[in-house]
């Protein structure tokens, strides 16, 4: 009988993203957000117009292909940070938040990490002292409008939105690239 051999890439079919091992926020590449207790990245909204008329019974909320309602970020804080206290006031803010994602391959028998890259620019829109209340965190934060924001996993794009620069890559697929040559813009 003949000695059956397996090569375990075959069987990493089945890799289940498990949890955010560890993540690190820089702001303009500087080490100084030491003291967040975690990031809510901005929700990708598509901006949206009603359309009626001949052809519909009825109303359809249609997405406008690679336009994107207000997007916010929120730095939140275990206590006061002179790094978030200078984080107000209209400020431009560019952040680069990495992370590294943990799944289980089990195909492989084996953990796989990965890492995520997050960046961000935008305007701090709003700075939360919280709460003093002795023993406890503040649950201070800050709140940024993101006018650009650029998704990488293991260095490949998945999302890069930049509403100034007319750009929305999604999977690959730049959404405005026709747009942009549309309306005279190179």
């Given at each position: 009988?003949?000695?059956?051999?397996?090569?375990?890439?075959?069987f990493a079919v089945n890799k289940v993203p498990e949890m955010l091992q560890?993540?690190?926020v820089y702001w303009d590449g500087e080490d100084n957000m030491i003291g967040i207790a975690n990031v809510d990245l901005p929700e990708l909204a598509?901006?949206?117009?009603s359309i009626t008329g001949v052809g519909l019974s009825g109303e359809v909320d249609a997405p406008v292909r690679g336009?994107?309602?207000?997007?916010?970020?929120?730095?939140?804080?275990?206590?006061?940070?002179?790094t978030g206290l200078r984080m107000a006031g209209g400020n431009p803010v560019s952040l680069q938040i990495y992370g590294s994602t943990q799944d289980f391959d089990s195909g492989t028998n084996d953990y796989v990490e990965e890492q995520i890259i997050v960046t961000v620019r935008g305007r701090a829109k709003s700075y939360a002292p919280g709460t003093f209340e002795a023993m406890n965190t503040t649950d201070s934060?800050?709140?940024?409008?993101?006018?650009?924001?650029?998704i990488e996993v293991?260095?490949?794009?998945?999302t890069e939105i930049d509403k100034y620069g007319y750009k929305?890559?999604?999977?690959?697929?730049?959404?405005?690239?026709?747009?942009?040559?549309?309306?005279?813009?190179?």
């Amino acid at each position: 009988m003949d000695e059956l051999k397996f090569d375990l890439q075959i069987f990493a079919v089945n890799k289940v993203p498990e949890m955010l091992q560890e993540t690190r926020v820089y702001w303009d590449g500087e080490d100084n957000m030491i003291g967040i207790a975690n990031v809510d990245l901005p929700e990708l909204a598509s901006s949206t117009t009603s359309i009626t008329g001949v052809g519909l019974s009825g109303e359809v909320d249609a997405p406008v292909r690679g336009h994107f309602q207000s997007m916010e970020l929120k730095l939140n804080w275990r206590t006061p940070h002179v790094t978030g206290l200078r984080m107000a006031g209209g400020n431009p803010v560019s952040l680069q938040i990495y992370g590294s994602t943990q799944d289980f391959d089990s195909g492989t028998n084996d953990y796989v990490e990965e890492q995520i890259i997050v960046t961000v620019r935008g305007r701090a829109k709003s700075y939360a002292p919280g709460t003093f209340e002795a023993m406890n965190t503040t649950d201070s934060s800050n709140t940024i409008e993101v006018h650009y924001i650029k998704i990488e996993v293991e260095g490949e794009i998945i999302t890069e939105i930049d509403k100034y620069g007319y750009k929305c890559v999604i999977n690959g697929v730049d959404f405005m690239a026709k747009i942009r040559r549309n309306i005279g813009m190179s």
